[in-house]
């Protein structure tokens, strides 16, 4: 490789095979090839918190990263050998959009909205406020309400919904406007003096759209729920963006661009040098 590159991506069902789709044999092991190479910087970008994605680096022998955008955005760590440090600049930089409350002070504004059921104590945190939401929910409407009374309240919130596949439910979470995946990556794009051109993001959720509708080269997972692949790519043709999203399709290195396999065909699309150095090794 020639320069160096900036390879974010998420973990559930994007780099961990943890989805209904079968992944294929060797894709974890070309993605770490290819995330070792001192040309390389890697981010783990994830709605999980700190322990948890400790815990899917141990139980999928993933590489570590040199950093983490944990909790859907809200939180950034900067990862040496063990040690993780908190950045706390990120909190800093998201903390005016809520005018200096938290996400305890927010939870009065809906708890007569009968489809949110509060996540897990271990799931909040200070800038994330997170929900469970019925599948059957109509999330339009709920998103308008809960606008709505966050407007009134003043707040600059943002909500990302997404889908988790395993439990059969919606997760909703409230986060400042500033504390979504895309600003978070744009803000550590900025800091470690990385642009457009040298950043490929990967992702497979609801919670990753604003990153794959964005400017940011990204790549979506083939095996992406449908409705995501399409809302990705409308909110890309409305922004003007469809240069910056790949869909991985299959066939790189013979292998079929779920999971960590569609990572690497998206980086080696953005990337054609990386090409022939992964595909030497994935021969050797």
């Known amino acids: 490789m020639t320069k160096h590159i900036l390879v974010c991506t998420d973990l559930d069902r994007t780099l961990l095979p943890n989805g209904k789709q079968a992944e294929s044999p060797g894709a974890r092991a ?3 090839r290819l995330v070792s190479s001192p040309e390389v910087t890697l981010a783990y970008v994830s709605g999980r918190h700190r322990s948890l994605v400790e815990d899917a680096i141990r139980e999928y022998e993933l590489p570590l990263p040199d950093w983490v955008i944990g909790d859907v955005g809200t939180t950034i760590y900067q990862v040496h050998a063990e040690e993780w440090l908190h950045w706390s600049e990120w909190e800093q930089e998201v903390s005016a959009d809520w005018r200096g409350l938290t996400a305890d002070n927010l939870r009065p504004l809906f708890t007569d909205l009968e489809s949110l059921h509060i996540q897990e104590e ?3 945190n ?7 939401v019925p599948l059957q929910t109509d999330i339009r409407a ?5 606008s709505r009374r966050l407007n009134m309240a003043s707040m600059a919130a943002s909500l990302i919904y997404s889908v988790d596949e395993a439990a059969s ?3 909703l979470d409230v986060l ?7 600003h978070a990556v744009e803000f550590l794009m900025q800091h470690q003096g990385f642009d457009y051109a040298n950043t490929v993001f990967a992702g497979d959720s609801g919670n990753d759209l604003p990153v794959l509708a964005s400017a940011v080269p990204s790549v979506l997972v083939a095996n992406a729920d449908y409705e995501v692949i399409v809302q990705a790519k409308t909110q890309s043709l409305q922004q003007g963006t469809m240069a910056a999203l790949y869909l991985a399709q299959g066939g790189f290195l013979g292998m079929n661009g779920n999971y960590s396999a569609g990572i690497i065909e998206g980086v080696a699309h953005y990337h054609p040098d990386t090409q022939l150095w992964m595909k030497k090794d994935h021969e050797q």
């Open 30 to 32: 070309a993605f770490t």
């Open 169 to 171: 439910t919606g997760l």
């Open 142 to 146: 709920l998103q308008q309400e809960m």
């Open 122 to 124: 271990s799931k909040q």
């Open 176 to 182: 400042p406007a500033l504390a979504t995946k895309l």
């Open 126 to 132: 200070r800038y994330k406020l997170s929900y469970y």
